[in-house]
Nanobody
Framework: QVQLIESGGGLVQAGESLRLSCTTS????????VAWFRRAPGQEREFVSA????????VYADSVKGRFTVSRDNAKNTVYLQMNSLQPEDTAVYSC????????????????????WGRGTQVTVSS
């Protein structure tokens, strides 16, 4: 099993940016699709974005399209979520998840598709 570690969360004001990182402890993400999910207090977990093994193979939730960008740096064994124009409704715990996939498989939006999860990082956006 792959242990995922998120970082980069924090408290920002509306309109500001954050970059989240997802990496592993001792294992490679090179052959994994990686997704970001978030859960706001009292709400269900929500898909945010995902990236396949090919860097151009990305998918976004409508709520973040045009503001968030997911990317990966296999040399650094890290997947990033660049979040711009943050709004109070983006406040949540953000978690990354991964699954080993073949190179041509597009990333899934379904949480149940992923085998490995991190503990999450808190993002708080004040108005």
């Amino acid at each position: 099993q792959v242990q995922l570690i998120e970082s980069g969360g924090g408290l920002v004001q509306a309109g500001e940016s954050l970059r989240l990182s997802c990496t592993t402890s001792g294992r490679t993400l090179r052959e994994h699709a990686v997704a970001w999910f978030r859960r706001a207090p009292g709400q269900e977990r929500e898909f945010v974005s995902a990236i396949g093994r090919r860097t151009g193979d990305t998918v976004y939730a409508d709520s973040v399209k045009g503001r968030f960008t997911v990317s990966r740096d296999n040399a650094k064994n890290t997947v990033y979520l660049q979040m711009n124009s943050l709004q109070p409704e983006d406040t949540a715990v953000y978690s990354c998840a991964s699954k080993r996939v073949i190179v041509t498989m597009s990333p899934s939006k379904q949480a149940g598709s992923y085998d490995n999860w991190g503990r999450g990082t808190q993002v708080t956006v004040s108005s």
